[in-house]
């Protein structure tokens, strides 16, 4: 229950950023299969796209360790746009 509150604590805080470029956003936080899930979200309400992140180095050896983003890109049928993590 304490994940779920603070991922919505964290999605809310990008939201207002993201709002604040004039890009609509609505925070939804599901648990359970994270590929389901958000496969189901995306067919479910009216979206543009799914966006994603990752903050692995992206090496030749990250290429054959399957991930999160990998697997929706491979699964979806929307648009998935890619934000690659940046540390400050």
């Known amino acids: 229950e304490n ?38 979200v995306a067919l479910n309400e009216d979206i543009s796209a799914i966006a994603v992140t990752d903050d692995r180095e992206y090496g030749l050896l990250d290429w054959t360790i399957p991930s999160f983003t990998q697997r929706v ?8 746009v890619f934000f690659p993590m940046i540390e400050s």
């Open 73 to 80: 890109l491979h699964r979806s049928w929307f648009p998935v």
């Open 3 to 40: 994940t779920v509150k603070d991922a919505k604590t964290k999605l809310e805080k990008v939201k207002q950023d993201l709002e604040s470029l004039g890009v609509e956003v609505e925070v939804i936080v599901k648990t359970g299969n994270p590929i389901l899930e958000t496969l189901e």
